[in-house]
Nanobody
C-alpha cells in the first residue's frame, strides 16, 4: 500500500492548514490511520490517530486544535490543523496499519508510511 500525503505549506501563527493522505493499492483493508510529525533533531511523535470505526486519539500538544478524520470509501485520512503555533513546525507523516488479502484469502498485515509533507508556521 502506498500513502500519498499533501496539504503542507507555510502559514502564519494562528492560521490553519488541512493535510490529506490517500492510500492506494490492491486487495487491502485499513485499520488504524494516523499522523506523526518530526521536527529537526527530534524524534517522530504521534499527532493523532483514528481507528476504522472513527475512534480518535491525540497528542497532548494538539488537543483542542487539531482534528483527525477519515473517509473509508476513499481510503483517505485528514488532519485539520487550527490555531497553528511555531512549535507545530515539522515534517508530517501519515501512517496506516492494515492487511492485504492474499489470493488464497489469508491476510498479511502491513504498516505503511507516507513520504512526509512540510508544515512551517511563522511567528
Amino acid at each position: 500500500v502506498q500513502l500519498q500525503a499533501s496539504g503542507g505549506g507555510l502559514v502564519q501563527a494562528g492560521g490553519s492548514l488541512k493535510l490529506s493522505c490517500v492510500a492506494s493499492g490492491t486487495r487491502f483493508r485499513l485499520n488504524e490511520m494516523g499522523w506523526y510529525r518530526q521536527a529537526p533533531g527530534k524524534q517522530r511523535d504521534l499527532v493523532a490517530g483514528i481507528s476504522s470505526d472513527g475512534v480518535t486519539n491525540y497528542g497532548d500538544s494538539v488537543k483542542g486544535r487539531f482534528t483527525i478524520s477519515r473517509d473509508n470509501a476513499k481510503n483517505t485520512v485528514y488532519l485539520q490543523m487550527n490555531s497553528l503555533k511555531p512549535e507545530d513546525t515539522a515534517v508530517y507523516y501519515c501512517n496506516a496499519d492494515g492487511y492485504y488479502i492474499n489470493p488464497d484469502d489469508t491476510w498479511t498485515v502491513f504498516r505503511s508510511w507516507g513520504q512526509g509533507t512540510q508544515v512551517t508556521v511563522s511567528s
